[in-house]
């Protein structure tokens, strides 16, 4: 089965730096991505690690160690508008329909 | 960019009725749709696999006789809920993934159904 565990509820300061983690445990691995959900609105896509290491991407980067079943988002010069549900999800390495599990979702509130 | 587009975006109906949610790729071809659930304050949970031309793969715990889904072509699939409920009452949001491409799934922008 598939495990994917993240913290409930963070809270940042505007302008501030904010990790969130995310750790799995699957019987196998063939990538991992954030999404960011505002509230009422659908997951839009943020970033894709399948190799070990950091990805960048403006203000937001993605980091992932296979070995140690874990993975962080990174935001930078946090703005009011980051106020939203991040969303770890692992691709299903036994799916050849890209099928990809969520975990429960990490709700950032940023406060001024 | 890849859209994926949901029709209807809000849906208020009477116990007992059926509603249908329409869920289209709008400039790419996918074999594959995905049909997901969520209740408020929580995540997604995937309810089927949606491939063209095929039945649809249900997750465990899933009805299929009550969220029938069809997908007729490679851009629309849908879901019809059967005899809704209040329990039915969710966030319904379906998204897709480009034949042959990468992993990422594009997903709609959701269906609010509220069931009286």
């Known amino acids: 089965g598939q495990n994917i565990d993240q913290p409930t509820e963070m809270t940042a300061t505007e302008g501030a730096i904010v990790q969130i983690n995310c750790t799995y445990q699957t019987s196998g691995f063939n990538g991992l991505f954030w999404y960011q959900q505002h509230a009422g609105e659908a997951p839009t896509f943020l970033s894709y690690n399948v190799l070990d290491g950091l990805e960048e991407k403006g203000r937001f980067s993605s980091f992932l160690s296979r070995s140690k079943g874990y993975s962080y988002l990174l935001l930078k010069e946090l703005q009011m508008k980051d106020s939203a549900s991040y969303l770890c999800a692992v691709r299903d390495p036994y799916s050849s329909a890209s099928k990809i599990i969520f975990g429960s979702g990490t709700r950032l509130s940023i406060r001024p | 960019g890849a859209v994926v587009s949901q029709h209807p975006s809000r849906v208020i109906c009477k116990s007992g009725t059926s509603v249908k949610i329409e869920c289209r790729s709008l400039d790419f071809q996918a074999t594959t749709m995905f049909w997901y659930r969520q209740f408020p304050k929580k995540s997604l949970m995937l309810m089927a696999t949606s491939n063209e031309g095929s039945k649809a793969t249900y997750e465990q715990g899933v009805e299929k006789d009550k969220f029938l889904i069809n997908h007729a072509s490679l851009t629309l699939s849908t879901l019809t809920v059967t005899s809704a409920h209040p329990e039915d009452s969710s966030f319904y949001i379906c998204?897709?993934?480009?034949?042959?491409?990468?992993?990422?799934?594009?997903f709609g922008p959701g269906t609010r159904l509220t069931v009286l």
């Open positions: 998204s897709a993934s480009l034949a042959g491409g990468p992993y990422e799934q594009f």
